[in-house]
């Protein structure tokens, strides 16, 4: 706090800030103070607060002390909401950590259209043009770079083979028909075709995220957004073939009320082998065998499959990761810093320890489990990339897509209803 | 202080022989100066109470005229927008549908069963100390864990329920129990009335205790029957009772929020949403901290139109003479 005048805004700042905890306060310098023996002072802000990544983050914090002696890394780790809200609160102040972690998207252009963070076009062009394309997408804001990734991941079908072929089906579906196909046997041979976690909305909009970048595309997606207007034909459509799939009772009984990962809900159900699939990120493997009690070699992955006569293609993956962007004055170690950190040899290390997906294409020889090589690839192939619509769009729209979306699947609102609501909230938001 | 303390006076250093009143003059200083001494000891109280009580209820008035994502102050101004939306959202007015139906629940069967376990625990029956200690156990319980707890039990298929439903042969009995836009605010209740029937049953107890037993006991030499004696003598002497416990359970009602919270986040499809779980969403999920506020505004308008008509109606003879003015002469 050095401003002589604290502005009503700072003053409803530090009582924010105050309310979160003493570690906060000391944020709201920014940092990076020179102290009497010449060395920097870096504040490093994460969510890694989860063993084994915070060990292995904070041994890569002293390596680069080392290897730079006059720069010193202070870090600063919060869990995931708390972080988020303690971030909106520092946008509005205007004051931001040297190094903070992002997901990119609309909070990212936010703080952007504010002037808080450094533009890294040019600063990490030697470097960040060999990072794996499709990570570096939530960051790439108006073609300019904002943000170096350290994880990328993506949403795709995770399926178990076994009831697949009791079921008869030989290969996964690669077409939105053949998909429903699959469900109608699945359902046929006694099996329940998808789980789905009926309590946390977000769980359902992927199924429409999906099926719109499919109908309408990626660009139409970007556009309704830009124009406030979700209301095309490709968006309705979207919602139609979501409808035809609920019209077909795939879901476990009492979905609607089922959590994500509690033991009864979604990941559990697939873990159980209770259910044959379910639409999520690279996470689920991990999670399917921590509610439930996973089905190992039997899991598999699939990407979305493509929408007959769509704008979109099945190479266009759905999904997000993380990244760390900077304030817009951090200091060059700051940027030696991400450097340091998007390296084949850190990345070998995140890779192989904390079971993030590489985002330095050297580094996915660290990779041994089956079920990410096989994201990894898609990744690797991916021609187009749409973000979370709830990261990518202002947190009331990306809601408003949740909760329709789980109307719809519900029964109580159509695909134009879902439509019209999404549009009436984003023209509310300006 | 061995000076007799007369009623109407109160003891200090001028206390004793009373001075005729010079006029209003000294009258006037010395109820300044209790004023004075009065105003001292609240102050500290007073101004936690302005800070964290008034200041944010007054803020949020002010801020339901905005349109405000609640960060800097809100500018947007917008008028009465935000209470107009409100009355045109389904979700809202389905919440203030779903809040009466739980009050009439509630005032129908959960009252009348914590009365009923009252009066059959204030007999001399074996163990009755364990049974007051195990229908009272689940108010102790927060409602975060008691969410939990019933989310697990009522899972469809694998949950508690359902498995002993079937195990008695009456799995056709078991259902979808939260997770059905139908069956979930049935649910909810139940859970509601096994959380707090206990705190009512409890009050009606205490009221039961103070029930003189000559009354009970005159009345059976009168001739009366144990119904008439419940209904005309202990009934009325538990009606103060009765009077607070309806006033604490409509006012839970209205501001029903962490048990729903938790355990179904207002689904399926908002079908056990409340004015309290609207209001977090569109504060903490949406950033529309103006519209939330509003939100509060009315759910604050409610529980006081109710607060001070019940005041004013019901609760009229129990608070006569508890009111007291700081002279302390009840005047």
Same mark, same amino acid.
Request: charge should be neutral; charged fraction near 15%.
């Given at each position: ?205 992927? *199924? ?51 959590? *994500? ?126 973000? *979370? ?42 | ?124 029956? /074996?163990?009755?100390?364990?049974? /007051? ?199």
């Amino acid at each position: 706090m050095g401003d002589p005048a604290l502005s009503r805004r700072g003053f409803l700042t530090a009582t924010a800030a105050a309310g979160l905890g003493m570690t906060a306060l000391s944020g709201c310098g920014g940092g990076s103070d020179s102290g009497s023996s010449g060395t920097t002072t870096v504040e490093w802000w994460n969510i890694s607060t989860t063993e084994p990544a915070k060990s292995v983050w904070a041994a890569l914090a002293k390596k680069f002390e080392a290897q730079n002696p006059k720069v010193k890394i202070k870090i600063v780790q919060l869990e995931n909401d708390a972080y988020k809200t303690k971030m909106t609160a520092l946008t509005a102040s205007g004051k931001l950590p040297d190094i903070f972690h992002t997901w990119g998207g609309g909070v990212l252009q936010q703080q952007v259209d504010a002037g808080l963070v450094k533009d890294l076009t040019a600063p990490t062009k030697s470097w960040a043009d060999g990072l794996l394309p499709v990570a570096k997408q939530p960051y790439l804001l108006d073609g300019k770079t904002y943000g170096i990734p350290f994880d990328i991941g993506m949403v795709g079908f995770w399926y178990n083979k076994a009831l697949f072929k009791k079921a008869g089906i030989s290969a996964p579906p690669a077409t939105w028909s053949a998909f429903l196909d699959a469900v109608k046997k699945l359902k046929a041979a006694g099996v329940t075709p998808l789980a789905l976690a009926g309590k946390e909305s977000w769980t359902g909009m992927y *199924y429409w995220a999906y099926l719109a970048m499919r109908t309408a595309g990626i660009a139409a997606l970007k556009k309704a957004n830009d124009d406030k207007d979700f209301t095309g034909a490709g968006f309705v459509e979207a919602g139609q073939h979501l409808k035809d799939l609920v019209a077909l009772q795939p879901f476990q009984k009492g979905f609607l009320g089922a959590a *994500y990962s509690s033991p009864t809900g979604q990941a559990a159900s697939v873990g159980n082998a209770k259910a044959a699939m379910e639409l999520m990120g690279q996470w689920a493997p991990s999670v399917e065998a921590d509610a439930g009690k996973g089905i190992g070699a039997d899991l598999g992955f699939f990407p979305f499959p493509a929408v007959e006569g769509g704008q979109g293609t099945v190479t266009e993956v759905f999904g997000g990761g993380g990244g760390h962007a900077l304030r817009a004055d951090a200091p060059q170690a700051a940027v030696d810093f991400l450097k340091f950190f998007a390296s084949e040899t850190t990345d070998v290390e995140l890779v192989k320890k904390t079971s993030v997906l590489p985002v330095v294409p050297a580094a996915e020889s660290a990779l041994s489990d089956a079920n990410l090589k096989l994201v990894q690839a898609q990744l690797k192939a991916a021609t187009g990339f749409q973000l *979370y619509l709830d990261q990518a769009y202002a947190p009331a729209v990306g809601q408003q897509v949740n909760d329709s979306v789980a109307g719809l699947i519900a029964g109580s609102k159509s695909p134009q209803d879902v439509t019209q609501a999404i549009t009436k909230t984003a023209k509310e938001e300006q | 202080m061995t000076s007799t303390y007369l009623p109407g006076t109160r003891p200090g250093p001028d206390a004793a022989p009373r001075p005729l009143p010079p006029a209003g003059r000294a009258r006037t200083r010395r109820r300044l100066l209790h004023w004075l001494t009065a105003m001292g000891f609240q102050l500290p109280a007073l101004v936690l109470f302005g800070v964290l009580v008034l200041l944010p209820i007054l803020f949020a008035l002010y801020a339901s005229f905005f349109r405000w994502g609640g960060f800097g102050m809100p500018s947007d101004y917008t008028g009465a927008d935000n209470f107009t939306r409100l009355l045109q959202d389904d979700v809202f007015l389905g919440d203030l549908w779903r809040c009466l139906l739980l009050v009439v629940l509630s005032l129908a069967l959960q009252l009348p069963f914590a009365l009923a376990m009252a009066v059959l625990l204030n007999q001399r029956i /074996r163990g009755r100390a364990v049974y /007051r200690m195990l229908f009272f156990a689940p108010y102790v319980l927060s409602e975060a864990i008691t969410g939990v707890l019933f989310g697990m039990i009522f899972a469809p298929d694998e949950g508690l329920a359902d498995h002993l439903l079937s195990d008695i042969g009456l799995g056709a009995l078991g259902g979808k129990w939260f997770a059905d836009p139908s069956t979930v605010m049935a649910t909810l209740f139940l859970v509601m009335t096994w959380k707090y029937f206990g705190f009512h049953m409890m009050l009606y107890l205490a009221g039961l205790q103070s029930i003189p037993a000559e009354l009970t006991e005159a009345a059976t030499v009168d001739g009366a029957s144990p119904w008439q004696r419940f209904r005309h003598v202990t009934l009325p002497l538990l009606a103060p009772t009765l009077r607070i416990s309806v006033f604490l359970s409509v006012i839970g009602s209205i501001q029903l929020f962490d048990l729903v919270w938790v355990v179904t986040a207002g689904g399926p499809d908002h079908h056990s949403e409340t004015m309290a779980v609207t209001m977090f969403q569109y504060g903490f999920k949406r950033y529309q901290v103006g519209y939330a506020s509003a939100i509060s505004v009315a759910m604050f308008g409610v529980s006081l139109v109710f607060a001070l008509a019940y005041q004013r109606f019901v609760l009229r003879r129990d608070l006569a003479g508890a009111t007291t003015n700081m002279r302390g002469d009840g005047a």
